[in-house]
């Protein structure tokens, strides 16, 4: 019993002690958590987040500069198709011109026609017939310019026919070229149906000089040696012996009332640039917009 006493009384001793000194260690608590309060230096949360200023948003980059080459480049070749569109109507208006152009006589180098398109000669000679050849179908181009335009029933016979190529002796020399005499109507493609239209002595003609043509894209080839859908020069010449050499008969208002119809050529020259340079300068103008709009502006879509 005594012993038991004596425990109880060292632990509330030491209950009292410790008791005793807790506002001591609070106070030296406070006193260390003060000091270093106050020799930590205050954060300043506002520059730890980097924020654009509005000089990094005038900024423009590197790709930026390079992305205004699609509209810089898509200006330029509408340009660029300005100036050919004048270009083509000159030299239109340039070939329409030598058809006014007094007709020429036929130069003794017969290979200096070909830098001769669209010039009227003057051929003496005769036709010959038995190595006729027709070329089409073709839609009739009236004497005024117009083009009469086939398909419908009651335009059948006068808008859709052939040409009639024939090849012609000429008188001053041992040369044969090819004439296209005309367009004729489906009921007159066969020269039985014209007998009137098929002079046999020696004539005089005035003509345009033509080039041969290119087989055109999606175009069958030729159905026999007869009739031809494009001007074939090297197979025409190979199956009447004639020289590389074609010519247009002009109108002739005589020789239509029975034969083919003369004044069939067109200054067939394309001329899309008007379309080319819209297109061009309608993608300038929107890349343009676009470039501003996100590069300049960052205005997000």
Not at 54 to 62: F, L, M, R, S, V
Not at 108 to 133: A, P, W
Not at 160 to 185: A, E, K, M
Not at 193 to 213: C, D, N, W, Y
């Amino acid at each position: 019993m005594l012993r038991f006493g004596t425990q109880l009384g060292r632990q509330a001793s030491c209950t009292k002690l410790r008791v005793s000194a807790m506002p001591a260690f609070g106070k030296t608590l406070q006193l260390v958590t003060r000091k270093m309060t106050q020799q930590r230096p205050p954060v300043d949360f506002t520059t730890s987040i980097r924020t654009k200023s509005a000089k990094d948003n005038e900024k423009i980059t590197g790709l930026g500069w390079f992305l205004l080459l699609i509209p810089a480049t898509t200006f330029g070749l509408g340009c660029w198709q300005v100036k050919r569109k004048i270009w083509k109507e000159q030299l239109i208006e340039e070939l329409n011109g030598q058809l006014s152009q007094p007709p020429a006589p036929l130069p003794e180098d017969l290979s200096d026609l070909s830098h001769m398109e669209y010039r009227l000669v003057k051929i003496r000679g005769r036709f010959l017939h038995d190595k006729e050849m027709r070329m089409g179908p073709r839609s009739l181009i009236r004497p005024d310019g117009v083009e009469t335009q086939g398909g419908l029933i009651s335009q059948r016979d006068s808008g859709n026919g052939y040409l009639i190529v024939t090849p012609f002796q000429l008188s001053d020399r041992n040369d044969i070229v090819l004439i296209n005499r005309g367009w004729v109507s489906r009921k007159q493609v066969e020269p039985e149906t014209r007998a009137l239209g098929q002079p046999k002595g020696e004539l005089e003609l005035t003509a345009v000089v033509r080039k041969g043509e290119a087989r055109p894209q999606f175009t069958p080839d030729h159905k026999d040696g007869k009739v031809y859908l494009y001007r074939d020069l090297t197979r025409m010449c190979a199956a009447t012996g004639a020289a590389p050499v074609f010519l247009d008969a002009t109108y002739d208002a005589k020789s239509a009332q029975h034969g083919p119809v003369g004044g069939q050529t067109r200054v067939t020259l394309r001329n899309d640039h008007l379309s080319y340079l819209i297109t061009w300068f309608s993608l300038s103008a929107a890349t343009s917009f676009l470039w501003y709009r996100q590069i300049v502006k960052r205005i997000p879509f």
